[in-house]
């Protein structure tokens, strides 16, 4: 591939393969019946350096750019049926390793390693809310009520848009402590209206907004039926962001979230080619207990699929594990 990025669903495509999609509105079918999720496109930086390398040393030409008439050709032959099948199409937007991990992932039972009776909740789960009070601006959230939202999430949304820190504060503790009392509550207030809302408010400067948004997202995270929406709605790379440089609180959090959405085989494998892997290894060494044992069970999770394993392998994971068994 040319220029290969990963879309929301985990899988790689050719990035004008799927501006192509876009433009003539179609979602193509892949194996299994699964429809992918285009609406955002990250560069796949791996994948991409590992062709050119592969390219150079074995006195192959690189890949040339497509041709968007030829892959709209492509498309719209394919576009006349309702169902199609495994063709063409998706072999020119799939690299063949993230291909078969795709395939190796939809199946638990083909995968070589059967997942341990582990924990299945973030150790940071319960912790208290923080009680920090800082008072200053940030940025507007241009986000229109829902007439099908319920009354708390309107509530809970009022709040979380307010330009007053100590309303959003007061947004982000009330949504946390709500969805860590009330499962049901869980699944109903997982909106992309909220959601986006939170996106915004972990970048905040404020330690009390950014560090209870965060936990608010692991209460979310804890419902099955959240946990690939809130990969496909952008927050692994925040959560990476706040592993490299967020208080140790926020940290804990964002480990437990990692932790959490792992749990999930369809985010198993845009996890770890966002870039959590090598961030949660680094919290293997930090102090706080619960971000070691929440950084460890990710890692864990993420390692049941092959893609992981070998990056895993080429960050140094395996001497860095036998160093931790040998000190006890």
């Known amino acids: 591939m040319f220029d290969p990025v990963v879309v929301s669903s985990g899988q790689t495509f050719e990035r004008l393969s799927v501006q192509v999609c876009h433009d003539l509105g179609f979602t193509p079918t892949l194996h299994g019946n699964s429809p992918p999720d285009l609406t955002t496109v990250i560069p796949n930086l791996a994948i991409k350096s590992t062709i050119q390398n592969w390219c150079d040393s074995s006195g192959t030409k690189r890949p040339p750019a497509p041709d968007y008439s030829s892959l709209e050709e492509i498309i ?3 576009m006349k049926f309702s169902s199609p099948p495994a063709s063409s199409l998706s072999k020119s937007m799939h690299s063949s390793e993230e291909s078969v991990i795709v395939n190796a992932s939809a199946a638990p039972s083909a995968s070589p390693l059967t997942p341990l009776p582990l924990s299945t909740r973030p150790a940071c789960y ?3 809310s923080s ?3 800082s008072m200053a601006e940030s940025e507007t959230l ?3 009520e829902n007439p099908n939202s319920t009354r708390e999430e309107n509530e809970i949304m009022e709040k979380l848009a ?3 820190v100590h309303d959003q504060e007061q947004g982000v503790i009330s949504l946390r402590k709500i969805t860590r009392t009330k499962e049901e509550t869980r699944v109903s207030l997982c909106t992309p209206r909220l959601l986006s809302a939170l996106r915004t408010l972990f970048v905040s400067r404020y330690f009390s907004v950014q560090t209870n948004a965060i936990a608010s997202l692991v209460n979310l995270s804890l419902e099955k039926a959240n946990k690939v929406k809130i990969v496909r709605s952008g927050f692994v790379p925040l959560l990476i962001d706040v592993l490299k440089g967020g208080c140790d609180e926020a940290q804990e959090h964002a480990a437990g979230a990692l932790f ?10 845009a996890i770890g080619v966002l870039g959590a892997l090598q961030p949660l290894m680094h919290m293997l060494r930090a102090e706080s207990e619960r971000a070691r044992h929440d950084s460890s069970l990710a890692l864990y999770h993420l390692s049941l699929i092959q893609s992981n394993r070998v ?3 080429k960050l140094g994971a395996v001497s860095m594990l036998l160093s931790m068994v040998k000190s006890g």
Do not use: G, H
């Open 76 to 78: 719209r032959e394919k």
């Open 126 to 128: 319960s912790s208290t």
């Open 131 to 133: 009680s920090s009070n």
């Open 142 to 144: 241009n986000l229109n």
């Open 162 to 164: 307010s330009l007053d």
């Open 260 to 269: 959490s959405l792992a749990l999930e085989d369809d985010n198993k494998m």
């Open 311 to 313: 990056k895993l392998v």
